[in-house]
């Protein structure tokens, strides 16, 4: 990532350092999931359509451990794997709007909040701001060579109410939890990196000053 883009990644240190940790991300453009695997400060096992598990991609992704789901309905195999990352202490990372989109987090679907309220893991909003503000010149499909794409982690929250429920309603109220922490941490990453919400979803209005921690 580094080698293609000129990430800049703020609030890395909000990562807790050991122990389970969900990353809800934005989702924009395809690469987003890569650029947070090449810049976060853990490795993270990514929720991934099985789609994309096919030939060396496919082979390379089993490899470094992402787990692959099937989206046409309740895939037990995939919650199992996706725990068992949490489980074994490791990062989870998901798009918790489950598809590209504006990402904006306007539409939340149930199982960021299944997985947090499950396993008790703190989420660590995540957004990647600028992977569609310009096209290639190269490969019209992805950003341009050394363009700026900002990451920006937030600070840590626990979903559940502390009740330990797992109702529907306990993971309704959890949805709306993490909704507005989510929207709240994307309205932040825009002030800090000066990238306004047209900017966001292409516009390509500027970015803020350099910066790195």
């Avoid at 240190?13 to 395809?30: F, K, M, S």
């Avoid at 290639?136 to 330990?164: C, E, H, M, T, Y």
């Avoid at 109702?167 to 994307?186: F, K, N, Y």
Wanted: no cysteine; aromatic share 6%.
């Amino acid at each position: 990532m580094y080698g293609l883009w000129a990430p800049r990644v703020l609030g890395a240190w909000r990562v807790p350092a050991t122990g389970p940790v969900i990353l809800a991300v934005n989702h924009t453009h395809n690469i987003d999931g890569p650029m947070l695997m090449g810049t976060a400060p853990r490795p993270v096992h990514f929720l991934i359509k099985k789609e994309a598990f096919v030939g060396p991609l496919g082979a390379f992704l089993d490899r470094i451990g992402q787990v692959k789901v099937d989206r046409t309905g309740p895939d037990r195999a995939a919650i199992s794997d996706a725990l068992g990352v949490l489980e074994s202490g490791g990062v989870l990372g998901i798009f918790p709007e489950g598809t590209r989109g504006e990402g904006d987090f306007a539409s939340l679907r149930a199982g960021l909040a299944y997985f947090a309220v499950r396993s008790g893991a703190p989420i660590v909003p995540v957004a990647v701001l600028g992977s569609t503000d310009r096209r290639g010149r190269l490969v019209k499909g992805l950003p341009p060579l050394k363009g700026r794409v900002d990451i920006v982690f937030g600070d840590a929250f626990q979903a559940g109410d502390g009740s330990g429920r797992r109702t529907r309603t306990a993971l309704d109220e959890a949805t709306v939890r993490i909704q507005e922490h989510l929207t709240a941490h994307l309205d932040d990453a825009r002030r800090l990196t000066g990238r306004t919400a047209d900017a966001a979803v292409g516009t390509g209005r500027g970015a803020g000053p350099d910066q790195r921690d």
